[in-house]
């Protein structure tokens, strides 16, 4: 390999960070601030109605930011809470699939159209695969 | 003059994300010291992962080139190249948003934009948090849940090439 195939590589790559990480770093500000939201007392809000709890949910989901895991201990106090399992699954996918506090990153790096097109995709599939997942389990048992 | 406003430009969202932290510790400083706290706490956990992800790309810069990119996730590639994203998505380590400068670095050099939204939805189904998931929903819940997001990965990437294509024309 040539050095100066290696030199042009390490060129390319620093031009990348240096536009990227300014954008990273923005991110991890603005999860921190939403970390600091307390999505534990959000079940008062819930309405019982399956559909809307399902959007909401789903809302709720693409707001929050973080661990997994976080969303699934949520997930599992929403439950004992007695809000539908349809509206707790939006919750956790769109906690895993979409993300709102990530959007102006994705959208300097990944480009505008991509990021509003894939989140809004992401947003609605996470409440069509919830009642799906739901309706195949009610099925199986 | 023009730099400097490329310049600001290129630090934008940094600028508004660090001046909300400014009027934060105006009106409510303890969200202020709590969103610090937790912002270097995501930065030490999640620096090492971008390290990796800038050796990717300058892995990547070195060895593939648009010729191979176009080959395996472009216009013509075929199955392999959503199981290929299916498989690295679900792999690959840390928060989502670590990986965008390698996904757009991949996209400059010819990658599709479904594959790049297949990965990222797939960065959703982590097998190592599936026990503590289990714990939670009882395992066939979680099977059901994961063979669904699988498909829903696939569908996300169609319909995002579709929306990139309608939108460009």
Redesign the interface.
């Known amino acids: ?1 040539e050095k100066k ?2 030199i ?3 060129k ?2 620093v031009s ?5 990480l ?12 939403v ?2 939201l307390d999505f534990g007392k959000v079940s008062g809000y819930f309405s019982g109605n399956q559909v809307i709890d399902t959007i909401f949910g789903a809302s709720l989901g693409s707001i929050a930011a973080g661990n ?2 976080t969303s ?2 949520l ?2 106090e929403l439950l004992d809470k007695g809000i539908s399992l349809v509206a707790v ?1 939006a919750f956790m ?1 769109a906690w ?2 979409v ?1 709102i506090v ?1 959007l ?3 959208i ?3 480009g505008r ?2 990021a509003i ?2 989140n809004s ?2 947003f609605l ?1 996470a409440i ?2 919830s009642f ?2 739901v309706a ?2 009610r099925a ?2 | 003059m023009k730099k400097f406003y490329q310049t600001i430009e ?2 934008i ?2 600028i ?3 001046a ?2 400014i009027f ?1 510790l105006f009106f409510k400083s303890d ?1 202020f010291v ?7 706490y ?2 030490v956990e ?1 620096a090492p992962i ?1 390290l990796v992800v ?1 050796l990717c ?2 892995l990547t ?2 060895f593939i080139d648009e010729r191979k990119i176009g080959r395996y996730f472009g216009e013509r590639s075929g199955w392999s190249a959503w199981v290929i994203a299916i498989s690295l998505g679900i792999l690959s380590a840390g928060p ?3 990986w ?2 390698l ?3 991949l ?1 400059d050099k010819g990658m599709k ?1 479904s594959y ?2 297949v990965f ?2 797939n ?2 189904v ?1 097998p190592q ?1 599936l026990p ?2 289990i714990y ?2 009882g395992s ?2 979680v099977i ?2 994961t063979f ?2 699988i498909i ?1 990965s696939v ?2 990437g169609v ?2 090439n579709k ?2 294509e309608v ?1 460009a024309k």
């Open positions: 390999m195939q290696v042009s590589a390490l390319k790559t990348g960070i240096k536009k990227a300014p954008d990273l770093v923005g991110v991890l500000l603005l999860i921190g601030l970390l600091q997994p895991i699934y201990i997930g599992g699954t996918l895993v699939t993300g990530q102006p990153g994705e300097l790096i990944m159209k991509f097109i894939r995709s992401s599939l069509v695969v799906a997942v195949t389990l199986l048992q | 290129d630090y969202f940094l508004i994300a660090s909300l932290y934060i969200l709590g969103g610090i706290y937790s912002f270097w995501l930065f999640v971008i800038f790309i300058f810069n070195l989502v948003y670590v965008y400068p996904l757009a670095d996209r934009d790049i939204a990222l939805y960065r959703a982590k948090l503590m998931m939670y929903f066939l819940f059901v849940l669904y997001m829903a569908i996300n319909i995002v929306l990139m939108k």
